[in-house]
């Protein structure tokens, strides 16, 4: 897809991906989540993102959230290890007000203490609100697990403690070390020309001021294999298999993420679902998951099942494993796996914001965006040699780390 980037004098970028449509799509991605979390504020990235639409210099939180919604756009956001990610998908002549908008609440919100007090009761919630839901809370654990002692394994949410601990200063401190302007990408997908892009991207973020202080991150250590259960008054058992993989910038991700998709990806087709579910009825839901981040990677297999098929299941799943490693893809099996996932690709082509979204990431994570050819030639490049060697380095059942949440026996 054509694109093309400009670099304002204060580092940040402003990226133009050219569309025929009338609705645009736009966002502001920061390079900062919680990892980059001071010890004991697990859970202040994601806080500042709620706290941004809350109050601004000019704006009340009643301003900020119709000044898009009025006109029937959508304004969201969300936090991640790695990102902080605003977006807004609105109707072509809106651009101004939109890129306006996001100057606005990431460079001027005030932060006001009886707003961060009412924020905090909000996140307590969400936190009390997902803590109820284990398929969703045993991801956050196991990843705590996997990265213990590092800011990688915060929940992104933040403790109870956490959470009640922040302080306004802990806000603008986070802020002026993170939100680094050379780190920052502005990306519009719309009908408009690359100069009306630069023209409202440098009327609304030209004048921010430069911050480019050094990010300090530390990679994190690969911790020793661990099996490790939690019994939780729940009626089903939940469990996570999986290691640290692949950073985005190794070669060896294109392979490992196809090979996710394969065995327990996106569709009904994955070998973990025909096996686990469809032929033995053992489990609802069975997938696995690769996420690749800037030092590392995480690549897991999560099923929940009744407690008593939890061993079955497990067993199930090993067995597959070995059957990969016994008899690696051959040439076809290969081949049909690379045309599901080029074929899944090209779908989400689709979703615009997504898309977008996506591109942004990729600027900021090699300073590039690859074209669809050039991704769909480094799927079709994978060889079976290549694919036998991801599954003997990542999927070893003697470093597969196991953490599972089971009902509390009656």
């Not at 090699?366 to 290549?386: C, M, P, R, W, Y």
């Amino acid at each position: 897809m054509e694109y093309n980037v400009h670099t304002l004098p204060n580092g940040i970028r402003l990226l133009h991906v050219p569309s025929a449509s009338a609705i645009s799509h736009a966002c502001i991605i920061i390079n900062t989540g919680s990892r980059d979390e001071p010890d004991q504020k697990a859970g202040l990235a994601h806080f500042i993102e709620h706290l941004i639409f809350k109050r601004t210099e000019k704006r009340s939180t009643n301003q900020i959230l119709n000044r898009l919604e009025s006109i029937g756009a959508d304004l969201n956001a969300y936090t991640t290890k790695e990102y902080t990610c605003v977006h807004a998908s609105f109707l072509n002549p809106y651009l101004d007000r939109t890129l306006e908008l996001f100057n606005d609440i990431i460079f001027h919100s005030t932060f006001p203490e009886e707003e961060m007090d009412k924020e905090k009761s909000v996140i307590l919630d969400e936190i009390a609100s997902y803590l109820d839901q284990p398929e969703e809370a045993i991801n956050d654990d196991f990843e705590d697990m996997l990265f213990a002692g590092h800011p990688m394994g915060n929940n992104i949410l933040g403790t109870t403690e956490s959470v009640q601990a922040f302080t306004r200063e802990d806000v603008i401190n986070f802020r002026k070390a993170n939100y680094r302007t050379n780190e920052i990408v502005v990306a519009v997908l719309g009908n408009y020309t690359l100069n009306q892009v630069v023209n409202k991207g440098s009327k609304h973020f030209a004048n921010v001021e430069q911050n480019t202080p050094n990010q300090q991150r530390v990679k994190p250590s690969i911790l020793p294999q661990s099996n490790t259960t939690i019994y939780k008054p729940i009626m089903q058992a939940h469990c996570i298999l999986g290691t640290q993989a692949y950073t985005t910038h190794q070669t060896e991700k294109v392979p490992l993420m196809l090979l996710n998709n394969y065995f327990g990806g996106n569709g009904m087709s994955s070998v973990l679902n025909l096996q686990i579910r469809e032929k033995y009825g053992i489990a609802y839901t069975i997938e696995s998951n690769f996420s690749p981040l800037s030092d590392t990677g995480i690549f897991s297999i999560y099923f929940g099942t009744d407690k008593e098929k939890q061993a079955k299941a497990l067993s199930l799943i090993f067995k597959e494993i070995k059957k990969l490693k016994d008899n690696p893809l051959n040439e076809l099996q290969l081949q049909k796996a690379k045309n599901k996932f080029i074929g899944q690709i090209a779908l989400g082509e689709e979703n615009r914001i997504g898309l977008i979204i996506s591109m942004a990431k990729s600027l900021i994570d090699h300073n590039k965006i690859d074209s669809l050819e050039t991704v769909f030639g480094k799927i079709n490049a994978v060889t079976t040699k290549q694919m036998a060697q991801v599954v003997n380095e990542v999927l070893d059942i003697d470093k597969l780390n196991i953490f599972t949440f089971s009902p509390i026996a009656e």
